[in-house]
């Protein structure tokens, strides 16, 4: 079964781009699912199927996924982005959901 | 607008019961397939359970299989979920979530709180 692998912080200067990475073997050949959560709300969805981004999230969320890597990149970062970000994946194996253990990202 | 409003936390026992409710709005609930996932204070997302548009499949993680059962009633636009058997380690906030495409979870509910604790 997948096991998804995140860092659990990235800190970035306002105006760079932070990257944000969830790791499993072969990860490439899944859809991979990306969340926002801010304190004290329910995640929002930011990225789907790799790269595609639901309405309304800024262009600045893209994701990328190839080999045992999928990424999640926020561009011209803002101080309105910190956040924990999760990943997640269908894992058709064992028909579960499987989230990684999330990113606390800090914008300094 | 989709809306997701869950109810029914609270306090609980170790070893008690506890069945939570998801309402649904904005949407035709019918069409969608649903979630729970609950979240430990201080800690990542835990699936908990899946349920198709019909309620044909169900799918639990297994912390919970055989003590939580997942259910739906989509003449009243609801999804449940029925907690037996509660631990400590099920103390968290359970969110519903909707499955929108390629299996994401494209709307969650605010969540309700459950605290098992003596």
């Known amino acids: 079964s997948y096991v998804l692998t995140q860092p659990p912080s990235v800190s970035v200067a306002p105006g760079q781009t932070a990257r944000i990475t969830c790791g499993e073997k072969?990860?490439?050949?899944?859809?991979v699912h990306w969340y926002q959560q801010k304190p004290g709300q329910a995640p929002v969805l930011v990225v789907y199927?790799?790269?595609d981004r639901p309405s309304g999230v800024p262009e600045r969320f893209s994701g990328s996924n190839s080999g045992d890597t999928a990424t999640l990149t926020i561009g011209r970062v803002e101080a309105g982005d910190e956040a924990d970000y999760y990943c997640q994946v269908w894992d058709s194996s064992i028909d579960h959901v499987v989230f990684g253990g999330g990113t606390k990202v800090t914008v300094l | 607008e989709v809306q997701l409003v869950e109810s029914g936390g609270g306090l609980v026992q170790p070893g008690g019961s506890l069945r939570l409710s998801c309402a649904a709005s904005g949407f035709t609930f019918s069409t969608y397939s649903m979630n729970w996932v609950r979240q430990a204070p201080g800690k990542g997302l835990e699936w908990v359970s899946y349920i198709s548009s019909t309620g044909s499949l169900i799918y639990y993680a297994d912390s919970v299989k055989g003590r939580f059962t997942i259910s739906r009633d989509n003449a009243r636009n609801s999804l449940y979920l029925q907690m037996e058997s509660l631990r400590d380690a099920d103390t968290a906030v359970y969110y519903c979530a909707r499955e929108g495409s390629a299996t994401a979870l494209n709307f969650w509910g605010q969540g309700t709180r459950v605290n098992v604790s003596s």
């Open positions: 072969n990860i490439g050949s899944k859809g």
């Open positions: 199927d790799d790269s």
